[in-house]
């Protein structure tokens, strides 16, 4: 199975800065970050809309210039990476997830990534129409739809969004969702799974990867053998 680092890996350092992507690439597979626009409009790694929760700063993203937002402190010496840091730090070493948070901004993304395409890429998203515009405007990427939410169908929502794959949160996600994905061509991609029971249960219902904050953990667990296997990994029965 694959694994990706959540935001990096959320666990080991500060969300989507440049230390959690490199603990993350340590032991992942790939590495995600969420991307949203600075206010002269670069692509800067950020889950939220506001920097209030990450930063020392307040207010919205879209309110900082670039120069700006680089001076907020993250944590542990870090600041906000644009999303071409991010690019050079993981080429020719990892894969990236990058989620389009922003419906608008397709364009803009994929010319920054379009130069600096790593070895695998995933664009994802929970806005079916920046699913099928990115993977218009990058189609060497594979696109994901990702959603949290009860979907009648998110595999037809899927394939008409031309996705590659379904990112669904771990509880939206059975036996039956993993076969009609699969029937249909598409990798199945759940989240966030931070315990060893989720991650054997990932398994047995036959999921191509998962998302983890703790992706170190997550390899030690996957890679360990006998009945200590849980105690070694690290892997909490909850998680964050």
């Known amino acids: 199975m694959l694994i990706i680092g959540h ?7 500060p969300e989507n800065t440049l230390l959690a992507l490199r603990r993350g690439m340590a032991c992942a597979d790939l590495v995600e970050v969420d991307v949203r626009l600075t206010r002269d409009g670069i692509p800067v790694a950020i889950h939220d809309a506001t920097v209030d929760r990450t930063t020392d700063g307040t207010g919205p993203v879209k309110g900082y210039t670039l120069e ?12 906000i990476p644009t999303l071409l840091e991010v690019l050079d730090l993981v080429q020719g070493k990892k894969g990236l997830v990058v989620e389009i948070k922003e419906p608008g901004t397709e364009a ?8 600096r395409m790593p070895e695998r890429l995933f664009l994802v998203s929970f806005n079916p129409g920046s699913v099928a515009m990115a993977k218009n405007l990058l189609p060497g990427a594979q696109a994901g739809l ?3 939410g009860e979907i009648v169908d998110p595999v037809g929502l899927a394939r008409s969004a031309q996705a590659d794959l379904i990112l669904p949160r771990w509880d939206r996600v059975s036996r039956e969702v993993v076969k009609r ?3 249909a061509g598409l990798l199945v991609i759940p989240w966030l799974l931070n315990s060893p029971d989720d991650v054997d249960g990932a398994a047995r219902i036959g999921v191509d990867g998962f998302a983890s904050a703790d992706p170190c953990a997550a ?3 996957l890679e360990g053998e006998g009945p200590e296997r849980r105690v070694q990994s690290g892997l909490s029965r909850t998680g964050p």
């Open 181 to 183: 994905a699969h029937d």
């Open 146 to 148: 990702i959603y949290s």
């Open 7 to 13: 935001r990096g890996a959320r666990a080991l350092g």
């Open 68 to 79: 700006d937002i680089k001076r907020l402190d993250t944590g542990e010496g870090e600041t």
């Open 108 to 115: 803009i993304v994929a010319s920054v990534i379009i130069g």
């Open 219 to 221: 390899r030690r667990y």
